[in-house]
């Protein structure tokens, strides 16, 4: 019996260290004087986050520690959290580290040696970065671990047909000259030659390899893990407003400090509060577009973003395929191509528009899985959301794929879809005509509910606004609707407009 308890009582503590969630802060620069730059943490303010901590019980622990609770080996402390600073800025050992080493605060610092060979360094970073001999000063101190931040992979290479620069570390170049993008092969081979740059780089100035890697503004795909974990690097820091979770291990989830000039706004981001904030949602389609000069397209994306703005949308939905499915905003080999313009609007509406949760609707119809590879490895997305038509094997396979190359994606299906594979939220289709009092929002359960208004251009009186409100008072947390020519009425956008800013207005706090 007391053998039983025993094995019982290892079950429970392990079930406690595999389930921990630890959160993991991300910083750059720290400066005396802080400016305009929302990433940029004064001085004086980091020595109060430092001492916030050790007043609220919070115990810093090291990403070895970390990767020895995932593996089961030890057990993290009450509060665990986890502080990195990316870049390799000279503020790191000037500012940050005596005050880390003050409280006795073990910190993770990830470097991008190309820049500290002096190659391709950013304007604003010149003069400011670590030499070589001070971060061998560094690190041998015994509260910093030194990862890689690639060697030259923090920049941006065009992306798209119309000229875009997206991050080198996980775009697929588009060769302007042949109007083809990267093979998957070229890209696996130029990850590869970067990363074993970096690596023997940092062997040679250190005397260790990185026991891990900072993915340049957190994006990376299984195709970066398996390059990086073969040249010995067992860490992958991304970016995400969650915790990291040592059952996700070796994937590290960060939260980056922006605007955090209070305590206040400290601790909203440790208690990750922007990513409570309710989702609304505009969706759009792209059929419109295909028809349209390219002088049309840009008109048309220059009032499409002022008005995602108008509405205060902090999420939109595009189908990457015309409505009936027979051809595709994106190059591939399955489904007819109408238009390139999928990776173009994206961008657009995540970089101009402040958009930070894209989702990709995927429509059930003949190839699209095969398709999908392409749309997968080439664009930003946050989520993928499945038409309830698709078999159970392309809803597996469709899940798999997009996981490949944006691990952790969100995925979830339409309301009625008979697979399980997706079930990270459920999407309901709202008809105005027939919701109006109606209280929906009580469908909501433990799995988040997104609900679409499929407004009319007919639509008069309001009612699309009054269904929103409904919504809104009825408990809905995540909801929106579809762009078009209703909202192009100027006094439609405005009802609309004060019904979807909710999520945006926050309680003071002192």
């Known amino acids: 019996m007391r053998a039983f308890l025993l094995v019982i009582g290892w079950c429970l503590l392990f079930s406690k260290v595999l389930a921990a969630d630890v959160p993991v802060l991300v910083y750059h620069d720290i400066r005396?004087?802080?400016?305009?730059?929302?990433?940029?943490?004064?001085?004086?303010?980091?020595?109060?986050?430092?001492?916030?901590?050790?007043?609220?019980?919070?115990?810093?622990?090291?990403?070895h520690a970390f990767a020895e609770a995932a593996a089961g080996r030890a057990m993290l402390p009450d509060k665990a959290i986890v502080?990195?600073?990316?870049?390799?800025?000279?503020?790191?050992?000037?500012?940050?580290?005596?005050?880390?080493?003050?409280h006795g605060f073990p910190a993770v610092l990830s470097v991008v040696t190309g820049?500290?060979?002096?190659r391709q360094v950013p304007a604003d970073y010149r003069g400011r970065l670590l030499t070589w001999e001070q971060l061998r000063a560094v690190s041998r101190s015994p509260f910093v671990e030194v990862l890689s931040h690639t060697d030259n992979l923090h920049h941006g290479i065009p992306a798209n047909p119309q000229g875009n620069l997206t991050p080198a570390v996980i775009t697929r170049?588009?060769?302007?000259?042949?109007?083809?993008?990267?093979?998957?092969?070229?890209?696996?081979?130029?990850?590869?030659?970067?990363?074993?740059?970096?690596?023997?780089?940092?062997?040679?100035?250190?005397?260790?390899?990185?026991?891990g890697i900072a993915w340049p503004y957190g994006f990376y795909d299984q195709v970066l893990a398996e390059e990086a974990t073969a040249l010995g690097m067992r860490y992958h820091m991304t970016l995400a407003e969650e915790p990291a979770r040592t059952g996700q291990f070796p994937r590290i989830n960060r939260v980056v400090l922006r605007a955090s000039n209070t305590i206040a706004a400290f601790e909203d981001t440790l208690r990750f509060e922007r990513a409570r904030r309710p989702l609304r949602f505009v969706e759009l389609e792209l059929d419109g577009m295909a028809s349209r000069s390219a002088a049309e397209q840009e008109k048309w994306l220059s009032a499409l973003l002022p008005r995602l703005r108008l509405l205060r949308a902090n999420a939109v939905v595009v189908n990457p395929f015309s409505g009936d499915g027979r051809h595709a905003f994106f190059q591939n080999d399955r489904i007819p191509l109408r238009a390139d313009l999928l990776h173009r609007i994206l961008h657009q509406i995540r970089t101009r528009a402040g958009v930070d949760y894209l989702l990709l609707r995927i429509p059930a119809v003949p190839g699209v899985?095969?398709?999908?590879?392409?749309?997968?490895?080439?664009?930003?997305?946050?989520?993928?959301?499945?038409?309830?038509?698709?078999?159970?094997?392309?809803?597996?396979?469709?899940?798999?794929?997009?996981?490949?190359?944006?691990?952790?994606?969100?995925?979830?299906?339409?309301?009625?879809?008979?697979?399980?594979?997706?079930?990270?939220?459920?999407a309901v289709s709202v008809d105005p005509r027939h919701a109006a009092g109606n209280p929906v929002a009580k469908q909501e359960a433990s799995t988040p509910v997104y609900f679409f208004l499929q407004n009319r251009p007919d639509d008069s009186g309001g009612q699309i606004a009054k269904v929103l409100h409904g919504l809104r008072s009825s408990g809905a947390r995540h909801f929106g609707l579809r762009d078009g020519a209703f909202l192009e009425n100027p006094v439609n956008l405005r009802r609309v407009a004060s019904e979807l800013a909710g999520h945006t207005i926050h309680r003071s706090r002192n």
């Open 369 to 426: 899985a095969q398709a999908a590879i392409e749309l997968a490895r080439r664009h930003p997305y946050d989520a993928v959301l499945l038409a309830a038509g698709h078999s159970n094997a392309d809803a597996a396979l469709l899940r798999k794929l997009f996981d490949y190359y944006r691990p952790g994606v969100r995925c979830g299906g339409e309301q009625g879809a008979p697979w399980p594979v997706c079930r990270d939220f459920v």
């Open 115 to 118: 820049w500290l060979d002096g």
């Open 32 to 63: 005396d004087v802080p400016g305009t730059d929302e990433y940029v943490v004064s001085s004086r303010m980091f020595r109060e986050q430092m001492a916030f901590l050790r007043q609220q019980g919070f115990q810093p622990v090291s990403l």
């Open 173 to 211: 170049r588009y060769d302007a000259a042949s109007g083809r993008y990267e093979t998957e092969a070229a890209f696996r081979d130029r990850i590869r030659a970067d990363l074993a740059r970096s690596v023997a780089r940092l062997r040679a100035e250190l005397g260790q390899s990185p026991p």
């Open 83 to 102: 502080l990195s600073f990316d870049d390799g800025l000279a503020s790191f050992r000037e500012i940050a580290l005596p005050v880390l080493v003050q």
